[in-house]
């Protein structure tokens, strides 16, 4: 039983370039949320998807972006990529209720240069 | 909103020594709370979590940690150290009216000195 799988491990960028990190939630789960970690920091609540919509989002720009897919997997965007976006991105996925707890992903590594 | 407060950002501690790791939270509504473990360059691993049933909670690898609501706190505890212990910890709560909206503490870095 694979749990939550994200791609790429790693990716460098340049400033103004857009984006794409992929994310497969753990088998039964249909819920996916996206978090930025910073380096020393703790996550940061991006964005959560649910039946393709998006269900909450934090504080961040409209920059960043997503889509779920019919199969549950998930799609973050970012465009117009700005130093400050360098990060650990998490992939999180969970079923559907407010007391289920989060699955992570190893994460994807973004360097902006 | 529901926040976290870790009051500690680094721990250190012998091995076979108690680790005590200190969360404050604040919540509006009937929270869940959760402890999680994040290993070098990994993703987050659950501990445990709370959602209203008993208030000492037991986890993997002998944590445990138990919620107090009159301090509003939810400390992560073990009896003894292990060197694989080290580790960033993350207390995390979530407003069960508020769709599973997760917030994380900044982290508590667990060193373990032989």
């Known amino acids: 039983d694979a749990g939550v799988t994200q791609s790429p491990t790693h990716l460098i960028k340049t400033r103004g370039q857009q984006v794409t990190l992929r994310c497969s939630p753990k088998?039964?789960?249909?819920?996916v949320s996206w978090y930025q970690q910073a380096l020393g920091q703790g996550p940061q609540f991006i964005f959560q998807y649910y039946e393709e919509e998006e269900r909450q989002r934090g504080n961040f720009p409209d920059r960043f972006s997503g889509h779920q897919f019919p199969n549950y997997s998930s799609e973050l965007n970012v465009n117009a990529l700005l130093l400050g976006d360098s990060a650990l991105y998490l992939c999180a996925s969970s079923l559907a209720g407010s007391n289920q707890p989060q699955h992570f992903g190893d994460g994807t590594r973004l360097s902006i240069l | 909103a529901q926040s976290v407060t870790q009051l500690d950002s680094h721990v250190s501690v012998s091995e076979g020594t108690p680790v005590l790791l200190r969360c404050n939270y604040s919540s509006s509504y009937s929270p869940s709370l959760f402890w999680y473990v994040q290993h070098p360059n990994k993703g987050l691993q659950l501990l445990l979590k709370?959602?209203?049933?008993?208030?000492l909670v037991k986890g993997i690898n002998g944590f445990e940690a138990e919620f107090k609501k009159s301090e509003t706190s939810f400390h992560l505890t073990k009896p003894s150290a292990h060197m694989s212990d080290a580790a960033e910890y993350f207390c995390?709560?979530?407003?069960?009216?508020?769709?599973?909206?997760?917030?994380f503490g900044a982290g508590t870095r667990l060193t373990v000195k032989p």
């Open positions: 709370y959602t209203s049933a008993a208030t």
């Open positions: 088998s039964g789960h249909d819920t």
């Open positions: 995390v709560v979530s407003d069960r009216g508020n769709n599973n909206d997760m917030r």
